[in-house]
């Protein structure tokens, strides 16, 4: 079982940044993926990008060159840095952990709220 805990969010001015990190505690398997989605009111749960353990990064095309993640495997903990940030980035941001071929193998952090306005 891993749990996750997501911390950094809060309030923003449009073009501010903002750095979200996740801790996962129990075992994270060396082929897992950490990875940030969002979910804005109304809309459906979308992918913000992956990383692997290796470090490759997958991204959204909404948040290429804006948004940067980053994972220390040392402390199970995965980072987000959010910048030149949009009132359309508004969401709650979720953290999580899936294994590519065990399906079953899929966590999630509870969310952190990210509200981008002036």
């Known amino acids: 079982q891993v749990q996750l805990v997501e911390s950094g969010g809060g309030l923003v001015q449009p073009g501010g940044s903002l750095r979200l990190s996740c801790a996962a505690s129990?075992?994270?398997?060396?082929?897992?993926?950490m990875g940030w989605y969002r979910q804005a009111p109304g809309k459906q749960r979308e992918l913000v990008g992956t990383?692997?353990?290796?470090?490759?990064?997958n991204y959204a095309d909404s948040v290429k060159g804006r948004f940067t993640i980053s994972r220390d495997n040392a402390k199970n903990t995965v980072y987000l840095q959010m910048n030149s940030l949009k009132p359309e980035d508004t969401a709650v941001y979720y953290c999580?952990?899936?294994?590519?071929?065990?399906?079953?193998?899929?966590?999630w952090g509870q969310g952190t709220q990210v509200t981008v306005s002036s």
């Open positions: 129990g075992i994270i398997f060396r082929a897992d993926v």
């Open positions: 990383i692997t353990t290796g470090g490759s990064t």
């Open positions: 999580n952990v899936a294994h590519p071929l065990l399906t079953s193998r899929n966590y």
